[in-house]
């Protein structure tokens, strides 16, 4: 039997789970600042009841207790063990039959192996009663990005990489995107953003904003990812899609180092869009841009430095669950 593909991300959803930051000693300084930007991503997409139902994920219930004085009453509380709150790429994903697709998890090729995260997706997928289905080889949610008819875009530099299938080629990869998935069509792109651990996530680099519309960074004020927009309009330009570029946040530093910030972590939820802000010069254009796009909802920004020492932004911690 065919499977439906993933409906796109603007597509009307019945929740979303949000992963909230539960483990001090992965955070440390930074547990309470992530937190509050975290609950502050989850009352945007709330959107005072006019968006949609939040699942606040949390590892344990002194977490849940911290959730709660957090967010208020916005939120669901659910209390599962995982590692960390990158729930985009442990979580389910659920395909347009409505039945969750459950990877393989590996820490992003073995960098971080945190006890739980492997199972997460399972035991979310079953405490909503979401049929799920396990497909037997290594994915995470933020390699691909669809818009709902079949096509999405990925990166050689994650699904091609020895760390995660080694055993799989490109042809074999389609294939199996195709089965369990229902992705028909692929777009692959190059690398991802420099020091990016995910190896190259293509929702830092290339997002579907409308079906068969590519939105691309244009590159800003030494920005040290300048090359890698370039290669990846220039190889989606070979698909048949329309390309628009976004402002980029430019070289970004945080204790002298570039950090892999990117406007394109953006989350499309019912009622907004939420946009991660790192108080570069481009922040309010990247909001202003990504409005237009999305005229019908609300361009949200909000400030994602303290979840971004964590690796990640507003769409890596967040996981929909279609209507």
């Given at each position: 039997?065919?499977?439906?593909?993933?409906?796109?991300?603007?597509?009307?959803?019945?929740?979303?789970?949000?992963?909230?930051?539960?483990?001090?000693?992965?955070?440390?300084?930074?547990?309470?600042?992530?937190?509050?930007?975290?609950?502050?991503?989850?009352?945007?997409?709330?959107?005072?009841?006019?968006?949609?139902?939040?699942?606040?994920?949390?590892?344990?219930?002194?977490?849940?207790?911290?959730?709660?004085?957090?967010?208020?009453?916005?939120?669901?509380?659910?209390?599962?063990?995982?590692?960390?709150?990158?729930?985009?790429?442990?979580?389910?994903?659920?395909?347009?039959?409505?039945?969750?697709?459950?990877?393989?998890?590996?820490?992003?090729?073995?960098?971080?192996?945190?006890?739980?995260?492997?199972?997460?997706?399972?035991?979310?997928?079953?405490?909503?009663?979401?049929?799920?289905?396990?497909?037997?080889?290594?994915?995470?949610?933020?390699?691909?990005?669809?818009?709902?008819?079949?096509?999405?875009?990925?990166?050689?530099?994650?699904?091609?990489?020895?760390?995660?299938?080694?055993?799989?080629?490109?042809?074999?990869?389609?294939?199996?995107?195709?089965?369990?998935?229902?992705?028909?069509?692929?777009?692959?792109?190059?690398?991802?953003?420099?020091?990016?651990?995910?190896?190259?996530?293509?929702?830092?680099?290339?997002r579907f904003v409308a079906p068969g519309?590519?939105?691309?960074?244009?590159?800003?004020?030494?920005?040290?990812?300048?090359?890698?927009?370039?290669?990846?309009?220039?190889?989606?330009?070979?698909?048949?899609?329309?390309?628009?570029?976004?402002?980029?946040?430019?070289?970004?530093?945080?204790?002298?180092?570039?950090?892999?910030?990117?406007?394109?972590?953006?989350?499309?939820?019912?009622?907004?869009?939420?946009?991660?802000?790192?108080?570069?010069?481009?922040?309010?254009?990247?909001?202003?841009?990504?409005?237009?796009?999305?005229?019908?909802?609300?361009?949200?920004?909000?400030?994602?430095?303290?979840?971004?020492?964590?690796?990640?932004?507003?769409?890596?911690?967040?996981?929909?669950?279609?209507?």
């Open positions: 039997m065919s499977v439906k593909p993933p409906p796109a991300e603007w597509a009307p959803h019945k929740a979303v789970w949000i992963g909230f930051p539960s483990h001090p000693e992965l955070w440390v300084d930074d547990l309470e600042p992530a937190r509050a930007e975290v609950a502050a991503f989850a009352r945007a997409v709330h959107a005072d009841g006019h968006g949609e139902k939040v699942l606040l994920v949390v590892a344990d219930n002194e977490a849940g207790l911290a959730a709660r004085r957090h967010a208020g009453d916005i939120a669901e509380i659910v209390v599962e063990p995982f590692g960390d709150i990158w729930l985009r790429d442990t979580g389910p994903i659920i395909t347009g039959d409505r039945s969750a697709r459950l990877f393989e998890f590996n820490g992003w090729g073995g960098k971080y192996d945190l006890p739980d995260d492997d199972t997460i997706g399972e035991r979310l997928a079953r405490k909503r009663h979401i049929p799920a289905e396990a497909c037997g080889w290594v994915l995470e949610g933020g390699a691909l990005d669809g818009d709902g008819t079949g096509l999405a875009v990925t990166t050689r530099q994650c699904l091609l990489n020895m760390n995660r299938n080694p055993g799989m080629s490109q042809a074999d990869i389609e294939l199996r995107l195709r089965e369990d998935l229902g992705l028909s069509d692929l777009i692959w792109l190059g690398d991802g953003l420099l020091n990016d651990h995910t190896d190259g996530h293509v929702d830092n680099l290339a519309v590519l939105a691309i960074p244009e590159a800003f004020d030494n920005d040290p990812n300048w090359l890698v927009y370039q290669n990846a309009a220039r190889d989606a330009g070979h698909a048949e899609v329309e390309i628009v570029r976004l402002p980029s946040p430019g070289r970004v530093m945080r204790d002298d180092e570039i950090v892999p910030a990117s406007y394109m972590n953006f989350y499309i939820g019912n009622a907004v869009v939420v946009v991660p802000l790192y108080g570069a010069p481009n922040d309010e254009a990247a909001v202003a841009a990504i409005q237009a796009l999305f005229p019908t909802r609300k361009a949200v920004g909000l400030r994602a430095d303290a979840i971004l020492t964590g690796g990640g932004s507003f769409h890596c911690i967040s996981q929909q669950i279609p209507a």
